[in-house]
């Protein structure tokens, strides 16, 4: 394991550089993204201007969830690509080049790959959360700290459902799961009720990933600060947990290639 930090941020560095390298397609796709997110701006936006709250959450709320959610899911998704691949990996044997290192093969998995398109997502969620949710000292740092919980978080619950394609064969669960957890981070948990709100703290925690990290930031409390961290470390463990034992049933597929 003392060999692992090292090793893991040389392959960071090497797919950095092999991003940069691509400079016009690099900043072409994150202006995109910057573009895509606007437009989920311009949506509440106007949404609240017919409707000056949702039970509790007005347009300067779900501005600040949404810097949250655009920060946390750009950093899983942008440095930490491979997260969502793991079935595709699996499948087609691209996890046999990282089993043959002698470091632990998850950190150094996860980095393998990035997805610049993605960071445009985290420069917009810092620069939304600097315009419209009124950062002090106190909130910037709430903020940072929810937004990494938050990104632990996601990390461990894509590569728990991913990690099921080594027992079930299967690798639609890990991409139905990023959808849906992404789809319901996107609005205030409050907005749902009954069974599907419990599943957004439970078997998919959306409200985790953003609601409650903006929350924390408005108002902050102890106990669910200690809630988001004790979630975000539960997933985590499942994750690296369920990828370990995943392992010893993985047989390899032969295939040599950049995950």
Request: proline share 4%.
């Amino acid at each position: 394991m003392s060999r692992a930090a090292p090793a893991t941020r040389a392959v960071l560095r090497g797919a950095f550089a092999d991003a940069a390298a691509r400079r016009s397609a690099f900043w072409t796709q994150i202006g995109a993204m910057i573009a895509n997110d606007l437009a989920w701006v311009a949506f509440w936006v106007i949404f609240f201007q017919e409707v000056a709250s949702v039970r509790g959450w007005d347009v300067g709320r779900v501005l600040l969830l949404l810097a949250v959610l655009s920060t946390s899911a750009g950093l899983v998704l942008g440095l930490f690509s491979n997260s969502r691949r793991i079935p595709t990996l699996v499948a087609d044997g691209s996890l046999d080049e990282v089993l043959t290192l002698p470091v632990a093969p998850l950190p150094n998995l996860l980095v393998r790959r990035l997805d610049t398109v993605n960071l445009g997502d985290v420069a917009f969620g810092l620069v939304l959360f600097a315009v419209a949710a009124d950062p002090t000292p106190q909130r910037t740092l709430v903020y940072v700290a929810g937004t990494l919980a938050s990104a632990v978080l996601l990390t461990g619950f894509l590569v728990l459902t991913g990690s099921l394609v080594f027992f079930t064969g299967r690798g639609e669960g890990a991409d139905l799961g990023l959808n849906a957890v992404l789809l319901l981070a996107s609005y205030p948990a409050d907005v749902f009720a009954g069974a599907t709100k419990v599943l957004l703290y439970t078997a998919v925690p959306a409200a985790f990933v953003s609601g409650v990290p903006a929350e924390l930031v408005d108002d902050f409390d102890v106990a669910d600060a200690a809630m988001l961290l004790g979630v975000s470390g539960i997933f985590a463990g499942l994750g690296w947990a369920t990828f370990t034992a995943g392992l010893r049933r993985y047989s390899s597929g032969s295939a040599w290639g950049r995950g």
